[in-house]
Protein backbone atom coordinates (compact mmCIF):
# COMPACT_ATOMS: atom_id res chain seq x y z
CA UNK A 1 0.00 0.00 0.00
CA UNK A 2 1.46 3.40 -0.88
CA UNK A 3 2.59 5.61 2.14
CA UNK A 4 3.67 8.44 0.74
CA UNK A 5 3.95 11.57 3.72
CA UNK A 6 0.75 13.61 3.38
CA UNK A 7 -1.29 11.47 1.99
CA UNK A 8 -3.79 12.21 4.67
CA UNK A 9 -3.94 15.58 6.58
CA UNK A 10 -5.10 15.94 10.45
CA UNK A 11 -8.97 16.81 10.82
CA UNK A 12 -9.27 19.41 13.25
CA UNK A 13 -12.87 20.28 12.69
CA UNK A 14 -15.12 18.54 15.32
CA UNK A 15 -18.14 17.66 13.81
CA UNK A 16 -19.31 14.77 11.64
CA UNK A 17 -15.71 13.71 12.11
CA UNK A 18 -16.71 9.77 10.50
CA UNK A 19 -17.91 11.98 7.09
CA UNK A 20 -14.79 14.03 7.12
CA UNK A 21 -12.65 10.96 7.31
CA UNK A 22 -14.21 8.90 4.79
CA UNK A 23 -14.49 12.06 2.82
CA UNK A 24 -10.78 12.35 2.68
CA UNK A 25 -9.95 8.49 1.95
CA UNK A 26 -12.53 8.40 -1.16
CA UNK A 27 -11.05 11.85 -2.37
CA UNK A 28 -7.27 9.65 -2.35
CA UNK A 29 -8.95 6.99 -3.67
CA UNK A 30 -10.97 9.11 -6.47
CA UNK A 31 -7.36 10.92 -7.81
CA UNK A 32 -5.57 7.32 -7.98
CA UNK A 33 -3.51 7.81 -4.63
CA UNK A 34 -4.89 5.09 -3.25
CA UNK A 35 -5.72 1.95 -6.32
CA UNK A 36 -8.14 -0.67 -6.03
CA UNK A 37 -6.83 -4.02 -4.11
CA UNK A 38 -4.33 -1.17 -1.41
CA UNK A 39 -5.20 -1.52 1.69
CA UNK A 40 -5.95 1.39 3.88
CA UNK A 41 -3.71 1.76 6.60
CA UNK A 42 -4.55 0.13 10.26
CA UNK A 43 -7.33 2.37 12.24
CA UNK A 44 -4.52 3.33 14.55
CA UNK A 45 -2.51 4.11 11.50
CA UNK A 46 -4.97 6.28 10.27
CA UNK A 47 -6.48 8.11 13.71
CA UNK A 48 -3.24 9.06 14.29
CA UNK A 49 -2.92 10.56 10.89
CA UNK A 50 -5.94 12.31 10.96
CA UNK A 51 -5.84 13.12 14.66
CA UNK A 52 -9.20 11.51 15.44
CA UNK A 53 -10.01 8.58 17.40
CA UNK A 54 -10.20 5.01 16.44
CA UNK A 55 -13.86 4.88 16.86
CA UNK A 56 -14.05 7.59 14.40
CA UNK A 57 -12.10 5.97 11.85
CA UNK A 58 -13.90 2.73 12.84
CA UNK A 59 -17.49 4.44 11.58
CA UNK A 60 -15.55 6.17 8.44
CA UNK A 61 -14.47 2.83 7.07
CA UNK A 62 -18.05 1.29 7.95
CA UNK A 63 -19.34 4.03 5.90
CA UNK A 64 -17.15 2.73 2.83
CA UNK A 65 -17.57 -0.25 3.10
CA UNK A 66 -21.59 0.17 2.97
CA UNK A 67 -20.72 2.02 0.09
CA UNK A 68 -18.74 -0.53 -1.64
CA UNK A 69 -16.16 1.46 -1.29
CA UNK A 70 -13.41 -0.42 0.62
CA UNK A 71 -13.82 -4.41 1.21
CA UNK A 72 -12.90 -5.24 5.20
CA UNK A 73 -11.53 -8.59 5.83
CA UNK A 74 -10.93 -9.82 9.06
CA UNK A 75 -8.06 -9.89 10.58
CA UNK A 76 -6.41 -8.27 6.95
CA UNK A 77 -7.79 -4.92 7.17
CA UNK A 78 -9.74 -3.06 4.62
CA UNK A 79 -9.15 -2.95 1.28
CA UNK A 80 -10.18 -0.47 -1.90
CA UNK A 81 -12.67 -2.30 -4.31
CA UNK A 82 -12.60 -1.93 -7.98
CA UNK A 83 -14.93 0.72 -9.07
CA UNK A 84 -15.87 -1.47 -12.32
CA UNK A 85 -16.67 -4.68 -9.85
CA UNK A 86 -18.70 -2.50 -7.40
CA UNK A 87 -22.41 -3.42 -7.10
CA UNK A 88 -25.00 -0.77 -7.52
CA UNK A 89 -24.47 2.15 -4.90
CA UNK A 90 -26.59 1.89 -1.71
CA UNK A 91 -27.67 5.23 -1.18
CA UNK A 92 -29.44 5.56 2.28
CA UNK A 93 -32.52 7.49 2.89
CA UNK A 94 -30.56 10.04 5.03
CA UNK A 95 -27.92 10.67 2.48
CA UNK A 96 -30.94 11.32 -0.10
CA UNK A 97 -32.06 13.65 2.58
CA UNK A 98 -29.00 15.90 2.60
CA UNK A 99 -29.02 15.87 -0.92
CA UNK A 100 -32.44 17.08 -1.46
CA UNK A 101 -31.42 20.06 1.41
CA UNK A 102 -27.90 21.01 -0.17
CA UNK A 103 -30.21 21.25 -3.76
CA UNK A 104 -32.66 23.58 -2.23
CA UNK A 105 -30.05 25.21 -0.59
CA UNK A 106 -28.60 26.10 -3.95
CA UNK A 107 -32.17 26.63 -5.51
CA UNK A 108 -32.72 29.60 -2.62
CA UNK A 109 -28.78 30.81 -3.24
CA UNK A 110 -29.54 31.13 -6.99
CA UNK A 111 -31.84 33.76 -6.52
CA UNK A 112 -30.74 35.96 -3.59
CA UNK A 113 -26.29 35.55 -5.27
CA UNK A 114 -28.03 36.79 -8.29
CA UNK A 115 -29.42 39.67 -7.26
CA UNK A 116 -25.98 40.74 -5.12
CA UNK A 117 -24.19 40.21 -8.18
CA UNK A 118 -26.25 43.10 -9.69
CA UNK A 119 -25.73 45.23 -7.47
CA UNK A 120 -22.26 44.49 -6.80
CA UNK A 121 -21.46 45.10 -10.16
CA UNK A 122 -22.75 49.02 -10.21
CA UNK A 123 -21.52 49.25 -6.29
CA UNK A 124 -17.75 47.17 -6.38
CA UNK A 125 -15.12 49.06 -5.49
CA UNK A 126 -11.91 48.63 -7.32
CA UNK A 127 -10.24 47.57 -3.63
CA UNK A 128 -13.44 44.86 -3.58
CA UNK A 129 -12.67 44.09 -7.08
CA UNK A 130 -8.85 43.46 -6.44
CA UNK A 131 -9.84 40.98 -3.65
CA UNK A 132 -12.68 39.22 -5.27
CA UNK A 133 -9.84 38.36 -7.77
CA UNK A 134 -7.49 37.66 -5.74
CA UNK A 135 -9.94 34.81 -4.12
CA UNK A 136 -10.45 33.72 -7.64
CA UNK A 137 -7.49 32.67 -8.42
CA UNK A 138 -6.67 30.65 -4.95
CA UNK A 139 -10.24 28.87 -5.91
CA UNK A 140 -8.44 28.54 -9.47
CA UNK A 141 -4.97 26.98 -7.81
CA UNK A 142 -7.15 24.63 -5.70
CA UNK A 143 -9.00 23.41 -8.34
CA UNK A 144 -6.05 22.79 -10.84
CA UNK A 145 -4.48 20.62 -7.64
CA UNK A 146 -7.52 18.64 -7.74
CA UNK A 147 -9.89 17.12 -5.32
CA UNK A 148 -7.43 14.40 -3.55
CA UNK A 149 -5.23 17.42 -2.88
CA UNK A 150 -7.10 20.61 -2.30
CA UNK A 151 -10.45 19.31 -1.74
CA UNK A 152 -11.49 22.05 1.36
CA UNK A 153 -9.03 24.57 0.09
CA UNK A 154 -11.37 24.76 -3.16
CA UNK A 155 -14.79 24.80 -1.82
CA UNK A 156 -13.94 27.07 1.15
CA UNK A 157 -12.44 29.79 -1.68
CA UNK A 158 -15.59 29.10 -2.86
CA UNK A 159 -17.75 30.08 -0.42
CA UNK A 160 -15.62 33.02 0.20
CA UNK A 161 -15.50 34.03 -3.06
CA UNK A 162 -19.40 34.67 -3.10
CA UNK A 163 -19.74 35.66 0.29
CA UNK A 164 -17.11 38.99 -0.45
CA UNK A 165 -18.97 39.57 -3.89
CA UNK A 166 -22.13 39.60 -2.04
CA UNK A 167 -20.78 42.13 0.68
CA UNK A 168 -19.68 44.26 -2.65
CA UNK A 169 -23.18 44.71 -3.01
CA UNK A 170 -23.46 46.81 -0.14
CA UNK A 171 -26.89 45.44 0.83
CA UNK A 172 -26.54 43.94 4.45
CA UNK A 173 -29.77 42.16 4.30
CA UNK A 174 -28.16 40.17 0.92
CA UNK A 175 -25.15 39.36 3.45
CA UNK A 176 -27.36 38.20 6.03
CA UNK A 177 -29.25 35.85 3.72
CA UNK A 178 -26.25 34.09 2.44
CA UNK A 179 -24.02 33.74 5.51
CA UNK A 180 -27.56 31.87 7.16
CA UNK A 181 -27.30 29.61 4.01
CA UNK A 182 -23.20 28.98 4.47
CA UNK A 183 -24.16 28.09 7.92
CA UNK A 184 -26.46 26.01 7.34
CA UNK A 185 -23.89 24.02 4.57
CA UNK A 186 -20.71 24.70 7.64
CA UNK A 187 -22.88 23.36 10.31
CA UNK A 188 -25.29 20.55 9.29
CA UNK A 189 -24.27 19.46 5.09
CA UNK A 190 -20.58 20.17 5.03
CA UNK A 191 -19.53 16.55 4.75
CA UNK A 192 -22.27 16.46 2.19
CA UNK A 193 -21.22 19.24 0.25
CA UNK A 194 -17.59 18.15 -0.13
CA UNK A 195 -18.19 14.87 -1.49
CA UNK A 196 -20.52 16.52 -4.06
CA UNK A 197 -17.71 19.50 -4.71
CA UNK A 198 -15.40 16.14 -5.26
CA UNK A 199 -17.40 14.71 -7.77
CA UNK A 200 -18.93 16.97 -10.35
CA UNK A 201 -17.78 21.00 -9.05
CA UNK A 202 -14.12 20.58 -10.30
CA UNK A 203 -12.63 21.01 -13.92
CA UNK A 204 -12.08 24.15 -16.59
CA UNK A 205 -15.85 23.99 -17.42
CA UNK A 206 -17.39 24.66 -14.03
CA UNK A 207 -14.36 27.30 -13.30
CA UNK A 208 -15.56 28.77 -16.47
CA UNK A 209 -18.96 29.22 -14.63
CA UNK A 210 -17.43 31.58 -11.97
CA UNK A 211 -14.99 33.44 -14.87
CA UNK A 212 -18.39 34.34 -16.35
CA UNK A 213 -19.43 36.16 -13.06
CA UNK A 214 -16.12 37.69 -12.60
CA UNK A 215 -15.85 39.27 -16.24
CA UNK A 216 -19.58 40.80 -15.59
CA UNK A 217 -18.19 42.16 -12.28
CA UNK A 218 -15.24 43.81 -14.42
CA UNK A 219 -17.53 45.19 -16.63
CA UNK A 220 -19.66 46.58 -14.17
CA UNK A 221 -22.66 44.98 -16.73
CA UNK A 222 -25.46 44.53 -13.84
CA UNK A 223 -27.68 42.22 -15.59
CA UNK A 224 -25.01 40.02 -17.05
CA UNK A 225 -23.65 39.98 -13.60
CA UNK A 226 -27.42 38.52 -12.69
CA UNK A 227 -27.22 35.90 -15.52
CA UNK A 228 -23.75 34.44 -14.98
CA UNK A 229 -24.60 34.32 -11.41
CA UNK A 230 -27.67 32.49 -11.93
CA UNK A 231 -26.34 30.30 -14.41
CA UNK A 232 -23.63 28.95 -12.15
CA UNK A 233 -25.93 28.48 -9.43
CA UNK A 234 -29.13 27.09 -11.45
CA UNK A 235 -26.20 24.69 -13.02
CA UNK A 236 -24.82 23.34 -9.62
CA UNK A 237 -28.15 22.31 -8.69
CA UNK A 238 -29.30 20.48 -11.47
CA UNK A 239 -25.53 18.54 -11.86
CA UNK A 240 -26.32 17.60 -8.45
CA UNK A 241 -29.90 16.72 -8.71
CA UNK A 242 -28.72 14.29 -12.05
CA UNK A 243 -26.01 12.55 -9.65
CA UNK A 244 -27.17 8.80 -9.31
CA UNK A 245 -24.10 8.19 -7.02
CA UNK A 246 -24.26 10.72 -4.33
CA UNK A 247 -23.63 9.35 -0.73
Known sequence: MP?????????????RLPDEVAVSIT?????????????????AELAK???????????AISLLRYDGIVDSRRGVGAFVTDASQRSSFRISPACFEKR?????????????????SALAASTRTEAQM?????????????????????LEARVDSELLLYRHITEASNNPYYAEVVA????????????????????????????QEHR??????HAQDAEAARAATRTRFERAAERLAARADFA
Do not use: H, W
Open 130 to 150: AQIDALFQQMAEADARGPADA
Open 212 to 217: AVLDAL
Open 49 to 59: RFGVARTVVRE
Open 100 to 116: KQIVQLLQLRTGVQAGA
Open 27 to 43: AAIEGGQLAPGDRLPTE
Open 3 to 15: DAPGLFDRIDRPR
Open 180 to 207: MIETNIQNNLRSAFLKNAAASEFGPAIM
